[in-house]
């Protein structure tokens, strides 16, 4: 059981991801206003009341968590950038810190690199390598791969489909198939921005998919574990979960522009948990055998890219 816990609260830094693409655009940003650069960076950090991942698994629902990202990127011959930077999950419960290497509420940080190519004037394809690092001890090293294809419409929908492949070891999502399996991602990010004040709004909105056996692997014991807990048990279901949200970016004109490009980030996320063995999983990661369907997260944070 220890295994599987461990392997919740590493499957919760698959939200690294959505949070890379997201802070990017800070930086892409800068790119437009400093044309004559060719490496620019970004940076975030967000608090919020619970940790999910994108992939519907509440990792924790005590304290506060925040999460830090920062990288560089490399503007390289052919539409094409680098991506490079760390990300790191704090979360203030102190019963979740009770690992081997004492390393208090550092619960998790990791380190990718990716690829970007601007296709078209509106099409953008991406391919991130994230290794994933757990300071107290709590899970092994693991490796992931997720390939991005994202669309710039003129109506600001911004459809993207991202297809997330866990190369090896433990389940992504605790009861699942552990390594050599995927999921995808298919997602909106409509957004208007006022021109007068800089406020952007936008509603990002996704719904994951993938084989059965990526959420519930019976052969790996899941199955035998949801009827312990008197749970759902492996549903065979391709669903995985469905969220939707609200968010403001506000411009922060104080800090100058020689110091980058800053903003202030607020609103809140729904999440929809369609798959049962993501609900019996919260059984491991926070404690709840009866589990959540509907997990509403509010955040707050800033962000910047030079």
């Not at 994933?132 to 459809?159: C, G, M, R, W």
């Amino acid at each position: 059981m220890r295994e599987k816990i461990r392997a919740g609260i590493r499957g919760a830094v698959a939200v690294l991801v959505s949070g890379v693409l997201a802070s990017a655009s800070l930086a892409t940003q800068a790119a437009d206003a400093a044309p004559g650069s060719a490496i620019h960076g970004f940076g975030d950090m967000t608090f919020k009341n619970d940790y999910i991942t994108p992939r519907g698994l509440l990792v924790t629902n005590q304290g506060v968590t925040t999460q830090i990202l920062g990288g560089l990127v490399f503007l390289t011959p052919g539409n094409t950038s680098i991506v490079v930077g760390a990300w790191n999950d704090i979360n203030s419960d102190p019963a979740k810190y009770v690992g081997p290497t004492k390393t208090g509420a550092w619960n998790e940080f990791d380190y990718f690199v990716g690829l970007n190519w601007q296709a078209t004037q509106n099409l953008k394809l991406g391919v991130s390598y994230v290794v994933f690092l757990s300071p107290p001890d709590a899970f092994q090293t693991e490796h992931n791969v997720e390939f991005s294809f994202s669309y710039k419409d003129p109506y600001s929908i911004n459809p993207y489909l991202k297809v997330f492949w866990a190369v090896g070891g433990d389940s992504t999502v605790v009861l699942g198939r552990r390594g050599d399996t995927f999921d995808v991602e298919i997602g909106a990010a409509p957004s208007y921005t006022f021109k007068s004040s800089g406020v952007t709004i936008s509603a990002p909105t996704w719904i994951t998919v993938g084989p059965s056996s990526y959420w519930c692997d019976s052969n790996a014991g899941a199955a035998q574990f949801a009827a312990s807990i008197k749970g759902r048990g492996c549903a065979d279901s391709n669903f995985g979960v469905f969220s939707t949200g609200l968010k403001a970016s506000i411009p922060i004109t104080a800090i100058g522009p020689q110091y980058g490009s800053w903003s202030f980030n607020t609103g809140v996320q729904y999440y929809n948990v369609l798959n049962g063995s993501l609900v019996d999983a919260q059984a491991l990661t926070v404690n709840s055998p009866k589990g959540y369907r509907n997990v509403i997260v509010p955040f707050a944070g800033f962000g910047f890219g030079f």
